[in-house]
């Protein structure tokens, strides 16, 4: 498996409070992209990142902003957590200096918002 | 924008049946990739097409790019235990979002033992 991490692996929090998750690579790769996971749904893009503290918005966005000031550290941050944010968080990073282009992803990390 | 539509959602079947799931995209892909997700797990590479027409195995794995670039199918002969989760068949945007995938809804596969 790539080097991905995300912390924290599971999260419970209050309607409100503001949570932040946190994804890091040890592959020096480019992209970097936050995913939600949902029954039904299958992965929607959040946030995605193409190099150092360049983001850009994906599919569900509201609610949700990103920072990248370091190539390995990718951050996730719920300003006001509500109970629709409730799912599974998937870090996902790739690059493109060969084919194929595909994406590596992290462990995951299961939020709950009471 | 672009969607990804697979089907069937569920599949149930039992051990030593084959399976085939369906991704169908609205617009013409430049490579589509498919990826599998073991219960409780992370999403995994399994493969990437980019010719038109192109057919791939692994082992009891067939994965087809269609003529037009707009739809593939993964074909899993005699099932096996271990081949249960759900497969998601994954396309990169066009033109300058191309480093973004969207992402089938995945086809969850249950197989009786």
């Known amino acids: 498996d790539a080097g991905i991490t995300q912390s924290p692996r599971h999260k419970v929090t209050e309607t409100g409070t503001p949570v932040t998750l946190r994804c890091h690579q040890t592959e020096n790769h480019r992209y970097m992209y936050w995913y939600r996971q949902d029954p039904g749904h299958g992965l929607r893009l959040i946030h995605y990142?193409?190099?150092?503290?360049?983001?850009d918005k994906g599919e569900v966005s509201d609610g949700y902003s990103v920072s990248r000031s370091k190539t390995e550290d990718f951050l996730l941050t719920l300003e006001s957590a509500t109970s629709s944010q409730t799912s599974v968080y998937f870090c996902a990073i790739s690059d493109f200096v060969d084919a194929p282009n595909e994406q590596f992803f992290g462990p995951g990390t299961r939020l709950t918002v009471l | 924008g672009q969607q990804v539509m697979q089907i069937p959602q569920y599949q149930h079947v039992q051990e030593g049946e084959d399976f085939t799931t369906y991704c169908n995209s609205s617009?013409?892909?430049?490579?589509i990739q498919w990826y599998k997700q073991r219960p409780g797990g992370h999403p995994v590479f399994l493969i990437q097409l980019v010719k038109s027409g192109e057919v791939k195995k692994q082992k009891r794995l067939t994965f087809q790019f269609g003529e037009a670039k707009k739809n593939s199918s993964l074909h899993i002969t005699a099932t096996q235990t271990t081949d249960v989760g759900t497969y998601f068949c994954?396309?990169?945007?066009?033109?300058?979002?191309?480093?973004?995938?969207?992402f089938g809804k995945g086809t969850k596969l249950s197989v009786i033992p």
């Open positions: 994954a396309g990169p945007n066009s033109g300058a979002g191309s480093y973004q995938l969207t």
């Open positions: 990142s193409y190099g150092v503290k360049d983001t």
């Open positions: 617009t013409t892909l430049s490579n």
